[in-house]
């Protein structure tokens, strides 16, 4: 299969082709992704609340998504894979910023970075990211990072003010460089509207069906999440599969039904 590059977010929109994206953070997930359909990996800060048991995203550091980019590059070697600058590592100046993504493109493998937008303060980084040669994927709507500043994680655009700000924010986000970017909870209308108004790709996440793409967190997919958002929907039982393995390797060790010696050496 051919992998999937940063020219081909326009491409897949010029050709009404949507874009597939699945959030992962570990090798072995990455390796099954590797072989699937799917276009594109996102190494989420979505790890704080999926792997380390946060209630938000924001005590992620740089350190843990360059850990896991590099997890996930080694099981997908040939995936296209997006990696996401925490909280706090791209809102200080450019400089910072270009060396926190520069960390994550040289050390972490990864192709390019997602920046969280919510306000005009922000766009100059993806300017000068994409100055120093690093695509940007702009993250708008309900930007989880902003969690505080909303009062909790709530849908975005539900009223006009909101609307335009995240219209704004898109068209903006464009302007300053952006290959693609990603709408989080927003209602389908907005989503919709906006995506046919950029001349780059839009990838949803509980933004409708209207969107260039969508991605979803695997853990969700795979039924294995603790708390599944209405945006989420699951394509496998994983609870359900998984504690039965779990139970029934109990029963076996406690039975003395395993190990057998088709198991032992």
Request: with cysteine; net charge neutral.
């Amino acid at each position: 299969m051919k992998k999937f590059t940063i020219a081909d977010f326009n491409i897949y929109k010029a050709q009404a082709q949507k874009i597939t994206m699945i959030t992962a953070y570990d090798f072995n997930h990455a390796q099954l992704i590797a072989e699937s359909l799917i276009d594109t990996i996102l190494v989420g800060d979505s790890l704080g609340m999926v792997v380390q048991g946060a209630n938000n995203t924001l005590n992620v550091s740089l350190d843990d998504i360059l850990y896991h980019t590099k997890a996930v590059r080694r099981g997908a070697p040939d995936k296209f894979i997006v990696a996401d600058m925490p909280y706090l590592s791209y809102h200080l100046d450019s400089k910072t910023t270009i060396q926190n993504a520069g960390t994550l493109i040289c050390a972490g493998g990864a192709d390019a970075v997602k920046l969280e937008i919510n306000n005009v303060n922000m766009l100059s980084q993806i300017s000068s990211l994409t100055d120093a040669q690093i695509p940007v994927i702009a993250h708008i709507g309900m930007t989880p990072q902003s969690v505080n500043v909303f009062g909790g994680f709530k849908v975005q655009g539900k009223n006009e003010a909101q609307v335009q700000h995240i219209e704004k924010m898109a068209q903006f986000a464009q302007d300053a460089g952006a290959s693609a970017i990603v709408i989080e909870c927003v209602p389908s209308s907005v989503a919709q509207k906006i995506t046919k108004t950029l001349s780059i790709p839009t990838i949803g996440i509980g933004a409708g069906n209207g969107c260039d793409g969508q991605v979803l967190v695997l853990n969700d997919l795979l039924g294995i999440s603790k708390h599944t958002p209405k945006f989420a929907k699951q394509y496998l039982d994983g609870k359900y599969l998984i504690k039965n393995a779990l139970n029934e390797f109990s029963y076996e060790v406690t039975s003395q039904a395993f190990p057998s010696d088709k198991h032992s050496y």
